[in-house]
């Protein structure tokens, strides 16, 4: 656990707030420097849902209650929360009128979500489809942007005779846990491609380090993985593996990842702080968009050492960070998980996928 304090400017600005609906959501955005494109055309908007909390922009001030203490958690060796550090290093929480506690969880991301849920953090960073399965469940935590895409990863076998998503039919895949969100992930696009997760294919558990190891003995063709082992694995395969999917390409290619959670109570109490607490996220979310390298160096002591600043910079372009979804963007790609999550079975029967979006989701920014 450590504490830091920040600051730096930020590019933000948002639109008028719609409630759910199946179509035709409204789109507000946060943009990528000039100076620096996007690195995907990533929509962004509004977050939706949870009308309770919406704050109209011109009736809050910039910055929260002045030195408002808020623990924010995260997972300090995931490259892809590099916006956190980003934060820290450029005083931008310090800036928007917070005292920030960073607290570090090594473990999944449901911890994470149970650490805001439980009341033990007030916010933080993680994989959206880690967290809308407990979600279901009724933690009091407010969804309210997306952070970045990307860093989930199909890799397949060239001499297995892979070259798409529909010539994986017949093939063994590799997951590191049977109930890890990668592995829906990957069920719902093979479904999205005709396959049926279940018969088309074969699921076999490995750890992730010993993948490209398992793909050499011919006991999978291809599997699902993150960085850093998956940038190696590729980059040491002399070109006999390939990212055939990622959750930043294809279908998946304008939707988020890794997403912020706020403390409900936070959001009835203080929805200053919280809406501080989001303009922070999102400003230091631009500035690892703008400088990858720098963002890296900011964060790599977290890293493994055997990583290089290079290799790691290589790995942080890859997670498009150029927009974030909030408002009504957010709100309707955070339905379309649901939806197919619920698809493939791991939501409940009587879940509705829109009454759960805007029980689970908050707009600070209409």
């Keep these: 656990m450590m504490k830091q304090n920040l600051s730096r400017r930020g590019l ?39 009308g309770n909390y919406t704050l109209a922009a011109d009736t809050v001030p910039a910055t929260g209650s002045s030195g408002k203490k ?36 090594g473990g999944s ?49 060239r001499e297995a005779g892979i070259t798409d998503i529909p010539s994986l039919r017949g093939k063994t895949i590799g997951v590191a846990d049977f109930a890890a969100p990668d592995k829906n992930l990957y069920s719902i696009i093979l479904q999205n491609h005709g396959l049926d997760p279940e018969k088309d294919v074969e699921w076999k558990q490995y750890p992730q380090e010993l993948m490209a190891m ?75 968009n703008r400088d990858p390298r720098r963002a890296v160096e900011v964060s790599s002591h977290y890293a493994p050492k055997s990583a290089s600043v290079d290799d790691l910079t290589e790995m942080l372009k890859s997670y498009p960070y150029g927009e974030q979804p909030i408002g009504t963007e957010f709100q309707r790609q955070v339905l379309l998980y649901a939806k197919e999550l619920k698809r493939a079975n791991v939501l409940k029967p009587g879940t509705d996928p829109e009454r759960y979006v805007n029980r689970i989701t908050a707009n600070l920014l209409g």
Aim: hydrophobic residues 45%; glycine residues 12%; aromatic residues 8%.
């Design 12 to 50: 933000l600005r948002a639109g008028a707030f719609a409630s759910i609906l199946p179509a035709g959501f409204g789109a507000s955005r946060v943009f990528a420097s000039p100076a620096r494109p996007a690195l995907t055309d990533l929509p962004i908007c509004h977050g939706g849902g949870g």
């Design 70 to 105: 808020i623990r924010f958690t995260w997972n300090q060796t995931a490259l892809c929360t590099s916006a956190v550090p980003v934060a820290v290093e450029n005083g931008i929480f310090e800036k928007h009128g917070l005292d920030v506690e960073l607290v570090n969880f």
């Design 109 to 157: 991301t449901d911890q994470l979500l149970e650490a805001i849920g439980s009341g033990k953090a007030d916010a933080g960073i993680g994989m959206i489809l880690r967290w809308l399965k407990p979600l279901e469940q009724g933690f009091d935590v407010k969804l309210v942007a997306g952070v970045h895409g990307g860093c989930s990863y199909l890799v397949a076998s």
């Design 214 to 288: 398992a793909v050499d003995k011919g006991e999978i063709q291809a599997y699902v993985a993150g960085d850093p082992n998956v940038y190696y694995q590729v980059k040491n395969s002399n070109g006999k593996l390939f990212r055939v999917a990622s959750n930043a390409t294809n279908e998946f290619a304008e939707r988020t990842c890794c997403v912020l959670g706020i403390r409900g109570s936070l959001l009835r109490d203080d929805p200053q702080a919280a809406l501080a607490v989001t303009r922070a996220v999102l400003e230091a979310s631009q500035i690892v």
